[in-house]
């Protein structure tokens, strides 16, 4: 029995030697990502990885179904992790021939999905929104949501073809960030821009366009009208972004319906960003903080 555990969790402690044993399925493949993009949401499951962000996950409240660790990384086990949920202990060899990779953080967590948010219930008390059009690589997504966390927006927005903010990639790169921003799909895309414009958010669609408005410039209007108050009080107007896809950018469709077009304006002959280093700016400039 390992020494660096609670009595209680050490007694979950199962040894997994078999890469083929039923107990581990949830972590098996882990980097066939289209194979994961329709098992996870259809099982309800997502998987959380390393650490900090497992402890995170749990803290947001989701639940455990089981955690996947390597003998040296017991440690790493939540001492809080909820009663009859499985330790899974397998050594390196075993861990890459079930999840498909190394598993350099040493610790893994299936964790229970929650029934998707309703747009209506996230805007209902933000201020401060991204809208993110078909931003399909993880990576970005992940990114976008760090900043949308730190730089003080209140909710994302995505239309139906973003990649899954819970994929393991994205929550990895967020450090588990996912957990600490509200978000939801909006469909049919773009007709449900109209939930925020009946909601009296101003859309901002973001372009390279040489014709935009300046971003900071308007951001610093917002600025000059005061602090953010009670939404009924004559507050400043509630504010939603719209970022675009990589390299195609915002589509036309987006763009028309957007209350105004604006830019980061760029240096040296560069057309613009890379979407996730754009959002980072534009959540700086129009965040809560």
Known sequence: MPTDLPRSAAARVVAIEDPADP????YVALTDVALRRRRE???????AEGERVITRALRAGYRPRSVLVSPARLGAVPADLSAGVPIYVAGADVLAAITGFEVHRGAL??????PPL??????????RVLVCEDIVSHT???????????LGMDAVLLSPRCADPLYRRSVRVSMGEVFAVP????????????????????????????DAADLGAFAAGID??????????????????????EGPGLSETAQAAATARVRIPMAHGVDSLNV??????????????
């Open 23 to 26: 107990r581990v399925d949830d």
């Open 41 to 47: 949401p259809a099982d309800g499951l997502f998987i």
């Open 109 to 114: 967590a299936s964790m229970c999905r929650r």
């Open 118 to 127: 309703a747009p209506a219930g996230v805007l209902a008390t933000a201020r």
């Open 140 to 150: 970005n997504l992940g990114a976008i949501f760090r900043s949308a966390a730190g």
């Open 183 to 210: 978000y939801a799909r909006l469909d049919p895309w773009p007709g449900t821009l109209g939930l925020l414009r009946d909601a009296g958010f101003t859309l901002l669609a973001l372009t390279p366009a040489a």
């Open 224 to 245: 000059a009208a005061g602090p953010d108050e009670d939404p009924s009080a004559g507050s400043p107007p509630r504010v939603a972004l719209l970022l675009g896809t």
């Open 276 to 289: 996730a280093a754009t959002a980072a700016i534009a959540c700086y400039l129009l965040g809560r903080r």
